[in-house]
């Protein structure tokens, strides 16, 4: 289904595209009836608990609109540029070549992805707090507070963005196809916060998004105020 470039005309349309995608991966329609069953079951127990908890408004006029929005254009997919996805790796393979560089000349962190070297380059260079919170999933964060500060952390944060971007690029380029389709986590976090996975968009620095391009007729946003994207797109 997600293959389309554009979404069914019709409910008509809808309901023959999905019995089709059913009986592909082995279901029937009386499966379909059953599932069909259960899922307005689950319907009316959740519009129960919206309303006993008072978050009724909230969903309807929130977080369907942005469901809509959102899960209309993962069925479209984006345009990808392969041109410029090409030319963006290799401006990346440039980037992570001159942070690595800096990094085993100046603090002799041979392998800027082997943890405990990282770790005792940031201890031995007064980040004592930094090096022993070092982690993947940390690191982020904190090079962000220091990286305006110190060459250390600059180059480090250089590094890790470059190849999270390199690897989302990378893997634009293996879909072999001129258009992506992501998978939208449309309340993806307890802040109410879309996220997109498989590739990870949302990860690309602002300057590797230039090999997404718009549809014509379309231009992008970046709508980013405290957590307001839900209310924004709806």
């Known amino acids: 289904l997600l293959a389309a470039t554009s979404p069914p005309s019709s409910k008509t349309e809808s309901d023959r595209a999905l019995r089709e995608a059913l009986q592909v991966n082995g279901c029937n329609e009386q499966a379909l009836g059953r599932l069909n069953m259960r899922l307005g079951e689950l319907w009316k127990q959740q519009q129960t608990l919206l309303a006993e908890k008072g978050e009724e408004a909230r969903y ?3 977080e369907k609109p942005t469901n809509e929005v959102l899960l209309a254009r993962q069925f479209c997919g984006l345009r990808a540029d392969e041109e410029n996805i090409l030319r963006r790796v290799a401006n990346l393979d440039m980037e992570i070549t001159a942070a690595k560089s800096q990094l085993r000349l100046r603090y ?12 005792n380059a940031l201890v031995s260079n007064g980040f ?3 090096g022993v919170r070092w982690s993947r999933y940390t690191r982020d964060k904190t090079l962000d507070l220091f990286a305006k500060e110190n060459s250390l952390p600059y180059w480090l944060k250089s ?6 971007d390199k690897e989302t690029l990378l893997r634009l380029a293996a879909i072999g196809s001129d258009r992506v389709y992501p998978h939208y986590r449309c309340i993806g976090t307890v802040t109410g916060r879309a996220t997109v996975e498989l590739p990870p968009l949302q990860n690309l620095r602002r300057s590797s998004r230039d090999v997404l391009t718009p549809d014509e007729g ?17």
């Open 159 to 164: 590094y890790t963005d470059a190849r999270r």
């Open 128 to 130: 004592k707090a930094l």
């Open 218 to 234: 379309y231009s992008f946003l970046y709508p980013d105020y405290d957590q307001f994207e839900p209310g924004i797109l709806a």
């Open 60 to 62: 309807f006029e929130v």
């Open 108 to 119: 002799k962190i041979l392998d800027p992805d082997r943890t405990v070297d990282v770790k």
